[in-house]
């Protein structure tokens, strides 16, 4: 029997699959098709999800093998700016950079790699799910592989199995949906030879007669959006044709090859319920979202993040199974946020397309590029008020044998203290806690953090607990308090200890 199985072999279930593996459980994942996808559709990603691909090691080579974009801007139909925001692009805090433009199947291959490296990892491709049984203890899959039928037992099931999820489809999971449904082509295509195109120049084209979008990808890799306007057919646009008609003003046969260019709608959808007993959700069979803002992965990858140590935690018999409960509750808001902010750089397209046309439209300062992801609305010490509790924690850099390491590297996917002094002696329940969760105490000298990536933290905190997943649970003022912070794990995330 596996410990979890794992419908979709795509970034999310991959990602998922790789996490869970990394704490020793058997692993089954399970796909329709085979190999890597073929063609791109993610292409953006941020210094959150690299601290994920560097837990698995191979943060290093996708920033190596990935590009970047120094701006964005909206323009009208000849290009000319209407608004435009300059990109991060040194390190930030959370160790990385803090966008990265990467080609999908590139990524797969890097993430599947790392993957196929896990003897406790299973996986069948050209294989379909086609039914489920849920018992008490564990979920028997009924697949079909080259026509013959197999069935696998898992104790969790989880579908990571994209926007058509069959799993969320047979545990009969309703969708919210937030109305956004749009046609538009996506076209991929790679440079053969130097243009004057921009390299690092994101746009967002509001031309009334055909919004678009144009993205640089990495090295000779660019992406199209064309948006089907009313009367067009998907046929009439995918055709040979009309693509390299649409790409005229950018790029031609002479200097570029078209990898592909397929309609795709654009949805804005959330599950309802991500979780019913031993079966959950994640990625795009949770949540789509239009891909104004490249996040639709990235959340999937946040799923996997929430999801993997919950689940260790239950597996070797640290927690209640009732800690699951705490995945929508934390999840599900955070990715209600992301879809409505894809949405709003969408409406903002559309507004500045009638704005063309001469009618009023004042973008919100709230919505478009830029905006910081919010806290995680449950699953801390106190609340979010402080601006740091439920947020990612920042990633000093602290000195080990006379070099300074990333503090991933130093603490894993752990429960972790950070603090700059000797914590006193805890109580009796809190060691006890420290020692079943192998809680790492990391007390910082002067010379850790040159960075000052700590530093706001440490001037309104003296200790912070963080999550595994590397958000801050809370911090607490005063040291005398350091038993209660460890305590209060034991009801947030339902201890049995
Ligand atoms: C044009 C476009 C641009 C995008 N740009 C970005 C971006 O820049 N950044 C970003 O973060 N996101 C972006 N996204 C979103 C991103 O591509 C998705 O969020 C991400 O690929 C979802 O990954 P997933 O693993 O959840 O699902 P998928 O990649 O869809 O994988 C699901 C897998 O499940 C398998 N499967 C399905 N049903 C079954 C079954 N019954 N049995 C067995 N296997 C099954 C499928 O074969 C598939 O391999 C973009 C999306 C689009 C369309």
């Known amino acids: 029997m596996f410990d979890v199985a794992i419908i979709g072999y795509g970034p999310v279930g991959s990602i998922m699959a790789n996490l869970i593996a990394t704490k020793g459980y058997k692993v089954l994942i399970i796909?329709?098709?085979?190999?890597?996808?073929?063609?791109?559709?993610?292409?953006?990603?941020?210094?959150?999800?690299?601290?994920?691909?560097?837990?698995?090691?191979?943060?290093?080579?996708?920033?190596?093998?990935?590009?970047?974009?120094?701006?964005?801007?909206?323009?009208?139909?000849?290009?000319?700016?209407?608004?435009?925001?300059?990109?991060p692009l040194e390190v930030g805090a959370m160790g990385w950079p803090p966008q990265l433009l990467f080609y999908q199947p590139e990524l797969e291959k890097i993430i599947r790699t790392s993957v196929e490296s896990k003897e406790n990892i299973e996986i069948k491709e050209s294989t379909l799910l086609e039914s489920f049984k849920t018992e008490s203890d564990k979920v028997i899959l009924n697949c079909t592989s080259n026509g013959e039928s197999i069935n696998f037992e898992s104790k969790y099931l989880i579908g990571c199995d994209g926007a058509s999820s069959s799993v969320r489809k047979l545990l009969?999971?309703?969708?919210?949906?937030?109305?956004?449904?749009?046609?538009?082509?996506?076209?991929?295509?790679?440079?053969?030879?130097?243009?004057?195109?921009?390299?690092?120049?994101?746009?967002?084209?509001?031309?009334?007669?055909?919004?678009?979008?144009?993205?640089?990808?990495?090295?000779?890799?660019?992406?199209?959006?064309?948006?089907?306007m009313p009367g067009e057919s998907k046929e009439e646009l995918e055709s040979e044709e009309k693509v390299w008609e649409l790409l005229s003003p950018w790029i031609?046969?002479?200097?570029?090859?078209?990898?592909?260019?397929?309609?795709?709608q654009f949805h804005a959808a959330l599950a309802k319920t991500w979780r019913i007993d031993n079966c959950l959700i994640a990625g795009d069979a949770a949540h789509q979202m239009p891909p104004f803002m490249g996040a639709g992965m990235g959340t999937g990858i946040r799923d996997a993040m929430n999801l993997f140590w919950k689940l260790d935690?239950?597996?070797?018999?640290?927690?209640?199974?009732?800690i699951l409960d705490t995945y929508q509750a934390e999840r599900y808001p955070h990715a209600k946020w992301t879809v409505a902010q894809s949405v709003s750089i969408g409406k903002i397209i559309e507004g500045l397309c009638a704005q063309q046309e001469g009618k009023e439209f004042t973008p919100d300062d709230n919505e478009g590029y830029g905006v910081k992801f919010p806290h995680l609305p449950s699953g801390l010490y106190k609340d979010a008020s402080d601006d740091i509790s439920g947020y990612p924690c920042p990633q000093p850099l602290l000195i080990r044998n006379g070099s300074k390491e990333l503090s991933d590297r130093i603490v894993g996917s752990k429960f972790t203290i950070f603090t700059k002094n000797a914590i006193p002696k805890l109580t009796k329940k809190a060691e006890e806690i420290v020692k079943a969760l192998d809680i790492q105490i990391i007390e910082f000298t002067d010379k850790d953090d040159e960075e000052n990536r700590m530093s706001k933290i440490f001037e309104t905190y003296k200790l912070i607990l963080i999550r595994p997943d590397r958000y801050v649970y809370g911090g607490i003022e005063s040291l005398d308090n350091s038993s209660d912070i460890i305590e209060s794990l034991e009801s947030t995330f339902s201890l049995k200890i």
């Open 172 to 228: 009969n999971i309703e969708r919210d949906d937030l109305g956004y449904d749009q046609d538009w082509l996506v076209a991929d295509a790679h440079l053969t030879k130097t243009t004057d195109i921009p390299k690092h120049h994101a746009k967002q084209i509001c031309n009334p007669k055909r919004p678009a979008t144009y993205v640089p990808g990495r090295r000779g890799h660019r992406r199209f959006e064309f948006k089907l």
């Open 252 to 264: 031609n046969p002479n200097n570029a090859t078209l990898e592909r260019a397929d309609v795709y």
């Open 31 to 87: 796909d329709a098709n085979q190999g890597t996808s073929p063609t791109a559709r993610a292409i953006n990603t941020d210094g959150e999800q690299c601290r994920t691909f560097d837990l698995l090691g191979f943060a290093d080579e996708v920033v190596s093998n990935s590009g970047y974009i120094d701006k964005v801007s909206f323009t009208d139909a000849e290009l000319n700016e209407i608004i435009t925001q300059d990109q």
């Open 313 to 322: 935690l239950i597996l070797s018999n640290k927690a209640e199974d009732s």
